[in-house]
T-cell receptor, first 115, second 112 residues
Framework: DTGVSQDPRHKITKRGQNVTFRCDPI?????LYWYRQTLGQGPEFLTY????????KSRLLSDRFSAERPKGSFSTLEIQRTEQGDSAMYLC?????????????FGNGTRLTVT | AQTVTQSQPEMSVQEAETVTLSCTYD???????LFWYKQPPSRQMILVIR??????QNATENRFSVNFQKAAKSFSLKISDSQLGDAAMYFC?????????FGEGTQLTVNP
């Protein structure tokens, strides 16, 4: 069990640029979640996948955000035309089944700074 | 909508002492789970303890225990024999369908 890994750890970009983050979950976990966390706040749910299917998206996930999990393994989160308000820590988590039955295992996160 | 409220932005405790972190929540679900997660500085979030709503017995994990008051929708975390390594941000969380809803967090400082 190598844990949930996220890449990159830090990303600095200029407003208007596109960015993409990657998450590799624990290998046997079929659920994968993306959360956003701003400084001093708790994580906010963005979206989750069961295998390759994206089953739920938060209203926080604007049209500029897109997430994929093409083969049910790793996932990518892309933000197009970044804005300063997108600056946050983006957390990925995985679990073996539904939240009730299995706790979420979180990665270290990708910290995005939009200048 | 589910909500989780942590009314203590910051708490401090002396090493070896006991501290209690507060959490209240609101949900219309009858079956749900509650969690406490710990987030050390610049490190990943890890699960501390979880409680099934249908269980009356309070969960315990070594030095960590909860006081679950279902009627009052209260879910506090007690840390006994506090250690320097307990210093972190602590988040209370509630299941909401397939997602976790987190509180705002409580920053715990442990003084030597």
């Amino acid at each position: 069990d190598t844990g949930v890994s996220q890449d990159p750890r830090h990303k600095i970009t200029k407003r208007g640029q596109n960015v993409t983050f990657r998450c590799d979950p624990i290998s046997e976990h079929n659920r994968l979640y993306w959360y956003r966390q701003t400084l001093g706040q708790g994580p906010e749910f963005l979206t989750y996948f069961q295998n390759e299917a994206q089953l739920e998206k938060s209203r926080l996930l604007s049209d500029r955000f897109s997430a994929e999990r093409p083969k049910g393994s790793f996932s990518t989160l892309e933000i197009q035309r970044t804005e300063q308000g997108d600056s946050a820590m983006y957390l990925c988590a995985s679990s073996l089944s539904g939240v009730n039955n299995s706790p979420l295992h979180f990665g270290n996160g990708t910290r995005l700074t939009v200048t | 909508a589910q909500t989780v409220t942590q009314s203590q932005p910051e708490m401090s405790v002396q090493e070896a002492e006991t501290v209690t972190l507060s959490c209240t929540y609101d949900t219309s679900e009858s079956d749900y789970y509650l969690f406490w997660y710990k987030q050390p500085p610049s490190r990943q979030m890890i699960l501390v303890i979880r409680q099934e709503a249908y269980k009356q017995q309070n969960a315990t994990e070594n030095r960590f225990s909860v006081n679950f008051q279902k009627a009052a929708k209260s879910f506090s975390l007690k840390i006994s024999d506090s250690q320097l390594g307990d210093a972190a941000m602590y988040f209370c969380a509630l299941t909401s369908g397939s997602r976790l809803t987190f509180g705002e967090g409580t920053q715990l400082t442990v003084n030597p």
